[in-house]
């Protein structure tokens, strides 16, 4: 089993519809991430969270939230799907004492919204 | 702010020795990273500068200059394999602390 599993892995939406994705893991990381990735724009930073009571914003949080609900689960929301957020979703976990703090990434959940 | 610079694409032959550039401009600089990311897959790390000189990592090398804002990655031996996406990402510390910025990446094509 891979060490941080999202789901689902595709999905297509609708304008106007609520999205959650999951993510779990397995490697009893205390950090985990949320990023988009869209072509051109490189990986970018939505929502995290150092420990389940810890949420924080990313560059580009607007139109999503989060949720902790332990310290290996991480979901992301979109509570009104817009087609800008098209894109390709990673969650993705490291670990604190890591001095280089690594992050190890999901596989992705495509998203595209109509 | 942040910014980082890194082709848009490169073209090498098997075999042959192939050096991705990244350059970037950022205050409180606290590490540079490179990952690979082969086509609908996730990004995997390859390597870490924190300090300036080189890495080596079996195949892999990555070079950092902190005066010159300037990191490499050396992919020596090239197989068809390593045709992906090469992303640099910089760590900055911020009074919010650490920030961590990825480049476009760089999608390189391994050709016989």
């Known amino acids: 089993d891979a060490d941080v599993t999202q789901t689902p892995r595709n999905r297509i939406t609708k304008t106007g519809k609520r999205i959650m994705l999951e993510c779990s893991q397995t490697k009893g990381h205390d950090r985990m991430y949320w990023y988009r990735q869209d072509p051109g724009l490189g990986l970018r930073l939505i929502y995290y969270?150092?420990?389940?009571?810890?949420?924080n914003k990313g560059e580009i949080s607007d139109g999503y939230s989060v949720s902790r609900q332990a310290q290996a689960k991480f979901s992301l929301s979109l509570e009104s799907a817009i087609p800008n957020q098209t894109a390709l979703y990673f969650c993705?976990?490291?670990?604190?004492?890591?001095?280089?703090?690594?992050?190890?990434f999901g596989a992705g959940s495509r998203l595209t919204v109509l | 702010g942040q910014n980082i610079d890194q082709p848009t694409e490169m073209t090498a032959t098997e075999g042959a020795i192939v050096q991705i550039n990244c350059t970037y401009q950022?205050?409180?600089?606290?590490?540079l990273f490179w990952y690979q990311q082969h086509a609908g897959e996730a990004p995997t790390f390859l390597s870490y500068?924190?300090?300036?000189g080189l890495e080596e990592k079996g195949r892999f090398s990555s070079f950092l200059s902190r005066s010159k804002g300037y990191s490499y990655l050396l992919l020596k031996e090239l197989q068809m394999k390593d045709s992906a996406s090469y992303l640099c990402?910089?760590?900055?510390?911020?009074?919010?602390?650490?920030?961590?910025?990825f480049g476009t990446g760089t999608q390189l094509k391994v050709e016989l």
């Open positions: 969270s150092f420990d389940v009571k810890d949420i």
């Open positions: 500068n924190v300090l300036d």
């Open positions: 950022t205050s409180g600089f606290n590490g």
């Open positions: 990402a910089v760590r900055s510390f911020t009074g919010g602390g650490n920030k961590l910025t």
């Open positions: 993705a976990t490291s670990a604190t004492l890591s001095g280089a703090n690594v992050l190890t």
